[in-house]
């Protein structure tokens, strides 16, 4: 039975190919696909942002090799980045508590 971490890397890899397959390289984000899924998927952390170039910002920020186009290993480049900021806010949370 896997771990849950196991479980995680999985649902990982499922979300990112689930869009991923919508058009062009199957195996890459266009700008359209990575919006579908932050709308999708991250919804909370959407919902905070008013800036509404906030996808283009994203995409520029992830596409590394500037094709235009988010691949594997830069769409796990943000969910590192936004688990880190989230872990972050948890730990900042329990030390305002902690005093």
Not at 11 to 34: A, P, Q, V, W
Not at 66 to 85: G, I, Y
């Amino acid at each position: 039975m896997p771990t849950q971490l196991e479980m995680a890397m999985d649902t990982m890899i499922r979300i990112f190919h689930r869009y991923s397959c919508k058009e062009g390289d199957r195996f890459k984000l266009n700008k359209g696909e990575l919006k579908l899924l932050l709308q999708r998927e991250l919804t909370e952390f959407l919902s905070c942002q008013k800036d509404p170039q906030l996808v283009d910002k994203i995409m520029q920020d992830l596409d590394a090799n500037k094709d235009n186009e988010v691949d594997f290993n830069e769409f796990v480049v943000m969910v590192a980045a936004l688990t880190v900021a989230c872990n972050d806010y948890f730990v900042e949370q329990l030390k305002k508590k902690g005093k």
